[in-house]
């Protein structure tokens, strides 16, 4: 059993009297020991979509659908249950670390935080080891305690927030764009060392980020969304090195790396940007900015069927697409 379901995951917010949908009849499923990737440009419902994992969404979104974390659906468990599934079963690194760490506390005693909470039988003692073991888990000599976080770098500090959500032992971990703040090689490491815990640890993770590339050698697969929909799912790398979406192609042209032969070709960018939610085109989402649309897609929205292609364990919502109907 996956142990991340969503099925027909929608999110409306409600705001100055109008309806936002920002997510729109999302399935998707995380394993044990698996890194699922969420990419999207600014907009595209990336973070509302996660935020339902924790039941983090604000009180003005409406979430309907299904949201299985190990087979009970958060979207409908008591408060007291969200909150003893928070940190000991599902856990969240947020983006911009060097903001979320309280400055005027060590950080070992923040990392203790969670564990004294939601352990009843963790003293001071007990939580002090776990926090050593913590630190060196991600990198981090267990000194390092001692430290506030102005004496950190930024890795450094997105190393401390990957301690303090794996703190409880959670078995799903939700990472929002946890290096866009870090400089290149920085980046690199922490997404090695996050990688390499999901495979240690048998963590589920869900990694969020504009930049398909950061998640075609980050992930095992990569759901690509497009105005609150997936517009294609599948294997990281095939999704990156062979995308069967017009738009996961101009985001992995948009993202060029050195030496890669589509740097010649790419883009400088996608021209254009996302429609606002509640004012989505009829047809294909995507049409306005498709450099391939035809008539039909114009006309009649692509639903998210399994490609045809050999080998291919993957599904796309595209009309140009081979997809099996
Ligand atoms: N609290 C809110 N109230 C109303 N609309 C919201 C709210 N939060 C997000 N939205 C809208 O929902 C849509 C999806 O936003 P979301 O932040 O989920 O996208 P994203 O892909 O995560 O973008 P980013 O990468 O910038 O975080 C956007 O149009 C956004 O303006």
Excluded at 30 to 46: F, M, P, Q, R, W
Aim: include cysteine.
């Amino acid at each position: 059993m996956a142990l991340l379901e969503m099925r027909d995951v929608s999110v409306t917010y409600r705001t100055g009297g109008l309806d936002v949908p920002a997510v729109r009849g999302v399935t998707l499923s995380v394993d044990s020991g698996e890194t699922l990737g969420i990419a999207g440009e600014s907009g595209c419902g990336k973070s509302t979509l996660t935020s339902t994992v924790l039941r983090m969404q604000p009180k003005s979104a409406t979430v309907t659908g299904e949201v299985l974390v190990d087979g009970k659906d958060v979207t409908t468990m008591t408060w007291g249950k969200v909150r003893a599934l928070r940190w000991a079963q599902a856990s969240m690194v947020f983006q911009g670390a060097m903001h979320a760490l309280n400055p005027v506390q060590k950080i070992g005693v923040q990392i203790a935080e969670p564990i004294l909470l939601h352990d009843k039988k963790a003293t001071h003692a007990s939580a002090d080891k776990r926090v050593g073991e913590l630190l060196e888990m991600v990198g981090l000599p267990a000194r390092r305690a001692d430290a506030y976080p102005h004496q950190l770098s930024g890795g450094q500090k997105q190393r401390v927030m990957i301690a303090m959500a794996l703190a409880c032992g959670p078995q799903l971990v939700v990472a929002d764009e946890p290096t866009t703040a870090l400089d290149v090689m920085v980046q690199a490491q922490v997404l090695d060392l996050m990688a390499s815990l999901v495979k240690d640890l048998g963590l589920a993770m869900v990694l969020i980020s504009h930049d398909l590339s950061v998640l075609s050698s980050a992930c095992d697969r990569i759901a690509v969304m497009y105005a609150g929909q997936i517009v294609e799912e599948g294997p990281a790398t095939q999704v990156f090195d062979s995308p069967a979406h017009p738009y996961s192609g101009a985001l992995a042209g948009a993202f060029p790396r050195i030496g890669d032969a589509r740097f010649r070709y790419a883009p400088s960018g996608l021209p254009g940007d996302p429609p606002f939610p509640g004012e989505v085109p009829d047809g294909c989402s995507f049409h306005p900015r498709c450099p391939r649309a035809i008539d039909r897609c114009r006309a009649e929205e692509p639903a998210l069927l399994q490609l045809t292609r050999p080998g291919a364990d993957r599904r796309a919502a595209c009309h140009l697409a081979e997809v099996r109907a």
